[in-house]
Structures are given as structure tokens and as C-alpha cells.
Nanobody, 117 residues
């Protein structure tokens, strides 16, 4: 069974940085896209960043230039480096991976990010 386990969340002051990690229980090369989503209270879950096999990456406009998604194939881990954090970045952050043939989507349990002084 495929498992995704996030870590690295916590409390940070505005302007600070955090790096989230998503450890995957199988080889991440099996996924055609890996990404990070977030959900704040009262809001829908939204895409933060994703990284397609082949090199294409996408970022939400609100995080462009501040967040960076990366993958370590040797460790089967996906990262989200978050810099210049703002209070509006506070949310539960979820890791997601998608496979094809058949289509499957896997989610982690989420990690809380709080941005507050």
C-alpha cells in the first residue's frame, strides 16, 4: 500500500522559512506528478505546487518566487521549501501523488503550518 507521510510543519514568524518533507513508501518515479496542496479553515484545498515527471513544475501565483518544490529520487521524498512566509500561508499542507493505468491519487495525512508573531 502506498503511503505518503508529511513532516516539517510548525509555528514560524512572518518572514521565516520552513521546509516540508513528504516521505513516500514506494519509488517516486512511479508517479507522473507529485505535489503539495494546502487547506486553511473555511477554505477549499488548493494546489500550492506540483512537479511532473519530465521536469514541468507549477506554482500557485500566491507562492511564486517564495516556495520551491523538489524531489529526491534516492530518498523517495518530495520537499517544499517555503521562504518569506506570510500569515495567509497558514494551513494544513498535504502531499499528493498521482499514478496512471489505472488512475490513482494518494494523499498524506497533512502537516500544520502556522505563521504568526
Amino acid at each position: 500500500q502506498v503511503q505518503l507521510v508529511e513532516s516539517g510543519g510548525g509555528l514560524v514568524q512572518p518572514g521565516g522559512s520552513l521546509r516540508l518533507s513528504c516521505a513516500v513508501s514506494t519509488s517516486i518515479i512511479n508517479f507522473y506528478v507529485l505535489g503539495w496542496y494546502r487547506q486553511a479553515p473555511g477554505n477549499e484545498r488548493e494546489l500550492v505546487a506540483d512537479d511532473f515527471r519530465g521536469g514541468n513544475t507549477n506554482y500557485a501565483d500566491s507562492v511564486k518566487g517564495r516556495f520551491t518544490i523538489s524531489k529526491d529520487y534516492a530518498k523517495n521524498t518530495v520537499y517544499l521549501q517555503m521562504n518569506s512566509l506570510k500569515p495567509e500561508d497558514a494551513a494544513v499542507y498535504y502531499c499528493n501523488g498521482k499514478m496512471r493505468a489505472p488512475d490513482r491519487s494518494y494523499w498524506g495525512q497533512g502537516t500544520q503550518v502556522t505563521v504568526s508573531s
